[in-house]
């Protein structure tokens, strides 16, 4: 997240910042996509694999289609590869819901409140990107109170992320010298 910050900020001061959207969309989408089919579903879903490489595929065809062919007018830009990659994800997220629920025998309900959080999380995140042209084009200022929740809903999501990657290593650490 810190990289992508730095990026915006430096390519916003030499012109145009929009290819970093679709940028960590693509990464967002990859990791996700990595995580769910290593660490969080019993064994890899062949069809959110599936779903996650036309995702992938998709992000990358609207990059090359705005940045390299220079098909891009700011005033009309609409880049669904956020809402690809969130929609993807809450699929994801569903899924593993869908494969505890059938077979009942989570022991460990971390990973529950960690998927409920990445769902919560990504249809906020949905709805906030499917009007996304409206935003940067609307005169008013109501487009301010979107982009505000969203930055509250992003550092409560990474805040998560980073207490419980905190609380585990301070855990694995205990076993390994314990």
């Not at 999380?121 to 005169?139: A, C, H």
């Amino acid at each position: 997240m810190l990289g992508v910050d730095i990026s915006s900020r430096i390519l916003g001061r030499s012109g145009n910042n929009l290819v970093i959207l679709p940028v960590f969309s693509l990464i967002e989408l990859v990791f996700f996509a990595y995580f769910y089919n290593k660490h969080l579903l019993a064994k890899p879903n062949k069809v959110l694999l599936g779903l996650g490489i036309v995702g992938s595929v998709y992000i990358i065809t609207e990059m090359l289609l705005y940045f390299v062919f220079n098909t891009l007018d700011v005033k009309q830009f609409q880049p669904y590869a956020k809402v690809a990659d969130n929609f993807i994800v809450i699929l994801m997220a569903l899924s593993f819901y869908y494969q505890k629920i059938n077979s009942f025998n989570e022991l460990r309900w971390g990973y529950f409140r960690l998927n409920t959080v990445i769902l919560i999380y990504f249809t906020f995140n949905i709805m906030v990107f499917l009007p996304f042209n409206f935003m940067i084009n609307e005169s008013s200022g109501i487009k301010f109170y979107f982009w505000t929740a969203n930055m509250v809903f992003i550092l409560l999501f990474y805040g998560y992320l980073v207490s419980l990657i905190w609380k585990n290593g301070i855990k694995q650490g205990k076993m390994q010298l314990g």
